[in-house]
């Protein structure tokens, strides 16, 4: 577990992030778009078991308290479907708790966010990647400003994979998704950057942009952007 601690000193909106989309269980808090503490936490299921306290830590590292917050952003998928139902649901538990509203970030848009320095240097496009087992990842294209521009999809990673984007220029390929194609994805313009990882750091962007929108999810009717159906396999009485 790491955190980075800053006391406030703004009274810019202050913005909860939970990031659950992948087996990094992690929290983040904004002052407008600007980090001022952050946990994380590196292990298989344990959100359900951490998210809530290590939120109630990182209020206390900062000298907040709850009433404090203006709003909760939360990943809202492609990834894990529980880490994402536990996510989403703390989510809007706070919120409800609070009378504040949600914010949605795409956990590819997170990713993307985070490598927009190095790719505004490198003149590079971003293609985060999520890891969906075997050879599958859940994947976009961005700009190097982190804008998207194609569709999400669940993509099998292939040696031709990505090709004619390869041949345009620089590629950042970032993500746990971006691991296991290490070995493929052999272009010279690719750019792995494998040890990234979806964390709650890389939402404080987009949350920003859509609080400062009014872009809110309905607390009601929202759930998780899973792409692909949940698939539960049974074996004597057990979810795997």
């Given at each position: 577990m790491?955190?980075?601690?800053?006391?406030?000193?703004?009274?810019?909106?202050?913005?909860?992030?939970?990031?659950?989309?992948?087996?990094?269980?992690?929290?983040a808090?904004?002052?407008?778009?600007?980090?001022?503490?952050?946990?994380e936490?590196?292990?298989?299921?344990?959100?359900?078991r951490?998210?809530?306290?290590?939120?109630?830590?990182?209020l206390?590292?900062?000298?907040?308290?709850?009433?404090?917050?203006?709003?909760?952003?939360?990943?809202?998928?492609?990834?894990?479907?529980?880490?994402?139902?536990?996510?989403?649901?703390?989510?809007?538990?706070?919120?409800?708790?609070?009378?504040?509203?949600?914010?949605?970030?795409g956990?590819?848009?997170?990713?993307?966010?985070?490598?927009?320095?190095?790719?505004t240097e490198?003149?590079?496009?971003?293609?985060?990647?999520?890891?969906?087992?075997?050879?599958?990842?859940?994947?976009?294209?961005?700009?190097?400003?982190?804008?998207?521009?194609?569709?999400?999809?669940?993509?099998?990673?292939?040696?031709?994979?990505f090709a004619?984007?390869?041949?345009?220029?620089?590629?950042?390929?970032?993500?746990?998704?971006?691991?296991?194609?290490?070995?493929?994805?052999?272009?010279p313009?690719?750019?792995?950057?494998?040890h990234?990882?979806?964390t709650?750091?890389?939402?404080?962007?987009?949350?920003?942009?859509?609080f400062?929108?009014?872009?809110f999810?309905?607390?009601?009717?929202?759930?998780?952007?899973?792409?692909?159906?949940?698939?539960?396999?049974?074996?004597?009485?057990?979810?795997i």
């Open positions: 790491t955190a980075k601690k800053k006391t406030p000193e703004t009274r810019q909106p202050l913005i909860l992030a939970l990031e659950t989309a992948t087996s990094v269980s992690s929290v808090i904004f002052a407008g778009p600007e980090l001022l503490g952050n946990l936490f590196f292990g298989q299921n344990r959100h359900a951490l998210l809530t306290p290590m939120v109630n830590t990182l206390h590292d900062l000298e907040l308290q709850p009433a404090d917050l203006s709003a909760v952003a939360v990943s809202k998928g492609p990834g894990s479907y529980t880490g994402l139902r536990v996510g989403v649901s703390t989510a809007k538990g706070l919120c409800m708790a609070l009378d504040i509203p949600l914010i949605s970030v956990s590819l848009d997170a990713l993307a966010s985070e490598v927009v320095p190095l790719a490198l003149g590079a496009q971003i293609v985060p990647m999520i890891d969906a087992r075997r050879m599958e990842v859940y994947t976009a294209t961005f700009d190097a400003q982190g804008q998207r521009l194609t569709e999400v999809e669940a993509v099998v990673v292939e040696e031709n994979s004619d984007l390869l041949e345009s220029g620089k590629v950042i390929f970032t993500g746990n998704g971006a691991a296991k194609c290490r070995e493929i994805l052999q272009h313009n690719a750019i792995i950057l494998d990234n990882l979806s709650a750091r890389g939402m404080g962007r987009n949350a920003w942009t859509k400062q929108t009014s872009e999810a309905d607390l009601l009717t929202f759930e998780p952007f899973y792409l692909k159906e949940f698939v539960a396999i049974v074996s004597k009485n057990k979810l």
